[in-house]
């Protein structure tokens, strides 16, 4: 009851507050409107024959069983599509020398990956749809295939894209240069081949499109889980030729996208295609199998590395190459190189050091596009740097903690470029390592360890630290020639009973993005947070944005909703003022009250303000004009991109008679800057480790020599459930971005960032005593007995 | 493939009645064999908050109750449910049947999308009325068949906790009603 006052004691203070979400009651009645629970009047569904070859020529199809099925509207191919529709090509133009051929929603003469979808059936039901495409004959001659990186790296071997010289989609060198100088005047160097699997995204709610092209309006409007509907409003609109204005794309809730949704898929392109062939609503929710065949898989890397360091344990020097698969094209419109610029960039982000030399190289091969998934690169540019400098401390004989101490950019140095190239305007490596050290009980766990380890059980203890992106630039896309916004904007306006509403260009998936802005917004005016009401995802009704990805929502949407705010409030005491004769300096707001600035003592509400303005605005002094409804847009300036960092830690167990691992505990320090709303950030960081521990331990989409997918069901595909996972610790240090006004970073990408590098340190921590190491993930039970030779 | 028989088709689409006490409504409908419950409920009676996640009983998406169990309804077919009692999500948040279990999920923000949602209410409401308090272990245990990709699995787990000490406290060891 003595605490002393804290901002937070204010009324209306919402920033820092862990309030619940508004959205969330609906969600939990069963009450979601997720697309793929949409049905129209008139609606057909679309199913789609999938390739069962990994690249083959189409010699004919044969539709003509089909369309005499009852219940069967439309069957269309690759030529059908191809008429109405332009091709995508998936690069951009400040990748230098990159290629991809160009895409149809459906393939012309040849399929590239097995589960391409080749021919689509439109029909009154899914299950008519389902049973007709058993009527359609494809004959196909195979092709040689693609399925191993070394083998698609190969002269003169098999080509994903005949005509093309090689496999290759994408080379990039970074070298500020002394780099092999620094390797041969180190004392130490240390050296490793990494591993990662592919994994993809297994958002619960797969893709779901409904497309209604109304030919009498000429408008055609898509109801689409995605995560970003103005892209997806300037594709529909540029490659099926249709004024932008007359494409509306709305984005209900969305059951979750992780950076999945985001991409242009064939069957998504398609239905809009089916939906203006026919002049009907078309549905298409891909099931289960459809999804782990045709969504984006990511990661799929391998990296070699190599550290160089001085005597006393300085890091010198980096030297980093990595090779990574894409599939059989780059994704449409933010590529398939992304991922690996990210990993050569962000490799050895919180360390000193200053002599760095990496080559990427990106390759194509036969099956299912790679692209950006959640932490893009983060992952892998983080397991490497983690792992090398654990595999440094250990030839040095210093400790992990020590080891980091010693080398992170110290708190007090910013800014700093690093020797990648990426401008860091303030971090806190420095007090997270503190702070991790703290809450793990770091002593306490290494003495636990040494016992336990006397008696035959192994334990392991990893750390990993981390630097996130968030909110891009326009340096990220824009720059490169894709239209994605790195912008967004809201319409703000005074209701007349004197509530909010908002109407901003992020998206909620879940994340809480309705709940912040809200908080924002009621913050910043002084209104209670449940007059405030946000509208998000619909192009027609929010303005133009770039929406929720790469962490933006916050950082960008918050900022966007503040500086929106702010401009609202200073019309409404303009008003006031006139009113009440006063000057609007003198004003303020309380509880949706306009009070006296200096006394807080209430004048009116604002309610009354707008009944004034809306109703008779002729009592107010002639030539005023009542502007209640804002509209504000902002774009990031300043660093390209607001970095984040953090640390993570874990302990787990191996069981080196069966290989199996038990995670026991995971720990994070985290900072994004200023917190909006501590709960929401902290589920947010904890599934975010989720993943990472999922890529870690099980998540792998494997392929037979041929190109197929085999484990492509939940049963077969291993995701982290709630007994595997264990109990997360939260720590937050804040220090916010001097950019904007809010200060806020992002937070989405931090917990998949280093969740997999903790764990690939903790297991060969615990396998240290065998002299054994594993460097690839997913780490199987497998993996695990075959280090230890007894498999 | 040339020569397909047309009765297979036709045979598809033949339907069977069938009847239900749906949310404490008895409901009738028309049902393909092959439909699933799952699909009977969202299509048919149009109570979207069942959703379909993986159609195999390995995510816990569509678990409804079936007589008082939570079944998947994914994993059986309308017609195999003809004469039972079922309560999805919309019936047992109208009854108030886990209104302290939903604040308590609302309180702790323990969803994200909320895709899994209507599974995981479904899932902890069944295991309360069996085991009055479970351990952590055991509440994490009971949810293994339910995939949630969004949030670490933790606020979820906190708040069954939560509700069955406060159900525990309230003297009842049930709670809900079933």
């Not at chain 1, 609606?43 to 070859?53: G, N």
């Not at chain 1, 006004?741 to 917990?751: H, P, R």
Request: charged share 20%; proline share 5%.
């Amino acid at each position: 009851m003595t605490a002393p006052l804290t901002s937070l004691d204010r009324p209306n203070s919402y920033i820092g507050r862990s309030v619940p979400r508004p959205n969330a009651k609906r969600l939990l009645a069963g009450r979601g409107r997720y697309i793929s629970d949409l049905r129209l009047p008139r609606m057909l569904y679309a199913a789609f024959l999938r390739s069962p070859h990994a690249h083959a020529k189409i010699v004919s199809i044969n539709t003509e069983q089909v369309r005499a099925v009852e219940g069967v509207h439309l069957v269309a191919t690759g030529t059908d599509l191809a008429k109405i529709c332009t091709p995508w090509t998936g690069t951009l133009d400040h990748f230098k020398g990159m290629t991809s051929a160009p895409q149809l929603p459906l393939p012309l003469d040849r399929v590239v990956w097995a589960g391409q979808a080749v021919v689509a059936v439109v029909a009154e039901s899914r299950a008519i749809a389902e049973d007709a495409l058993e009527l359609i004959e494809v004959d196909y001659e195979d092709l040689p295939v693609v399925v191993d990186l070394d083998a698609a790296r190969e002269a003169g071997g098999a080509l994903v894209n005949p005509g093309s010289v090689n496999n290759t989609c994408f080379r990039s060198q970074l070298d500020n240069g002394a780099v092999d100088d620094a390797f041969a005047h180190a004392t130490h160097v240390v050296e490793e081949e990494f591993s990662f699997g592919r994994h993809t995204a297994v958002t619960l709610e797969p893709r779901a499109i409904v497309a209604d092209y109304d030919p009498a309006a000429g408008m055609l409007t898509v109801h689409h889980g995605t995560q970003t509907p103005y892209q997806f409003q300037d594709l529909y609109s540029r490659h099926y030729n249709i004024p932008e204005a007359r494409v509306r794309v709305i984005a209900s809730d969305i059951g979750g996208s992780f950076g999945m949704k985001l991409h242009v898929y064939h069957e998504d392109m398609a239905v809009v295609g089916l939906s203006i062939l026919l002049g009907r609503p078309v549905k298409y929710v891909a099931d289960r199998i459809e999804s782990f065949v045709s969504d984006i898989h990511a990661r799929d890397h391998r990296v070699r590395a190599r550290m160089a360091l001085d005597a006393q344990g300085e890091i010198l020097a980096m030297d980093v190459e990595d090779l990574t698969a894409i599939g059989a094209f780059s994704t449409y419109p933010r590529t398939s190189v992304v991922e690996g610029n990210q990993v050569i960039r962000l490799m050895g982000a919180p360390y000193r050091f200053k002599n760095y030399r990496a080559t990427l190289e990106v390759i194509f091969q036969n099956k299912v596009q790679t692209s950006q998934y959640r932490a893009v690169g983060h992952p892998i540019a983080c397991a490497v740097t983690e792992r090398l400098v654990d595999m440094a401390a250990a030839k040095l004989g210093l400790d992990p903690f020590a080891i980091r101490a010693q080398n992170v950019i110290p708190d007090g140095a910013y800014p700093q470029t690093s020797p990648t190239g990426y401008r860091f305007e303030a971090l806190s490596h420095q007090a997270c390592l503190k702070r991790l050290h703290e809450m793990m009980d770091y002593d306490g766990l290494r003495a636990e360890q040494a016992d336990l380890r006397k008696r035959g059980i192994y334990r392991g203890i990893g750390i990993a630290a981390f630097v996130e992106i968030t909110n891009p630039s326009p340096a990220f896309y824009g720059v490169g020639g894709a239209r994605i916004s790195s912008q967004d904007g809201a319409i703000l306006s005074l209701t007349p009973s004197g509530e909010v509403r908002c109407l901003i260009s992020v998206t909620e998936q879940g994340q809480g993005t309705e709940a912040i802005i809200s908080q924002i917004v009621a913050d910043q005016l002084g209104l209670a947070q449940e007059h405030v009401k946000v509208i998000t995802g619909d192009t027609e009704m929010t303005p133009h944005g770039g929406a929720t990805w790469a962490c933006r929502g916050a950082g960008i949407g918050g900022e966007t909703a503040l500086q929106a705010t702010r401009a609202l409030k200073r019309n409404i005491l303009e008003i006031a003022a006139l009113i009440l004769q006063e000057q609007p300096s003198a004003l303020d707001i309380i509880d949706g009250q306009v009070v006296d600035a200096a006394t807080r003592n209430q004048r009116m509400p604002i309610a009354e303000i707008a009944r004034i303005a809306y109703f008779r605005s002729d009592t107010l002094p002639p030539g005023t004009q009542a502007q209640l409804t804002v509209s504000h847009h902002f774009a990031p300036q300043g660093y390209p991109f607001a970095f984040t960092n953090g640390i993570q830690g874990c302990s787990l167990e191996v069981d080196v008679e069966t290989g199996l691992i038990k995670l026991l505990k995971h720990f994070i320090v985290e900072d994004c800057g200023r917190v909006i709303n501590p709960m929401l950030v902290d589920e947010q960081l904890r599934g975010g480790i989720v993943q990472g521990l999922g890529a870690a331990l099980f998540e792998e989409c494997r392929y037979s020599d041929t190109g197929q997918l085999v484990n492509g069901s939940l049963a077969d595909y291993l995701v982290p459930m709630p007994m595997e996972m264990p109990d997360i610790v939260i720590g937050h240090v804040e220090t916010p971005t001097a950019d904007t006004e809010l200060g806020a970073k992002g937070v989405g990408e931090a917990g998949t960032a280093a969740a997999s590098a903790c764990v690939l340190n903790a297991v060969n921590d615990a396998l240290a005593p065998f002299a054994v190491t594993i460097n690839s993930i997913p780490i199987t039970p497998l993996k695990v007995l075959t280090a230890l030779k007894r498999f | 493939m040339s020569g397909f028989d047309d009765s297979l088709l036709n045979e598809a689409d033949e339907t069977v009645r069938v009847r239900f006490v749906v949310n404490g409504r008895k409901v009738a409908c028309e049902v393909a064999p092959r439909e699933t419950l799952v699909d009977c409920l969202r299509d048919k009676l149009e109570l979207t908050g069942t959703h379909a996640g993986c159609e195999m009983g390995a995510c816990g998406a569509c678990l409804v109750q079936l007589d008082g169990r939570a079944v998947h309804s994914c994993l059986i077919f309308a017609v195999q449910a003809d004469g039972a009692t079922i309560d999805t999500i919309e019936g047992l948040s109208e009854l108030g049947a886990i209104a302290d279990l939903q604040a308590e999920f609302h309180r702790r923000n323990a969803l994200q999308c909320g895709f899994c949602t209507p599974g995981m209410l479904v899932n902890a409401h069944e295991l309360l009325s069996q085991t009055a308090q479970p351990s952590r272990e055991e509440i994490r245990d009971a949810l293994s068949g339910n995939y949630c990709r969004c949030t670490g699995y933790e606020a979820i787990v906190d708040a069954i906790d939560a509700v069955a000490s406060e159900r525990m406290k309230a003297g009842g060891a049930g709670g809900g009603v079933t």
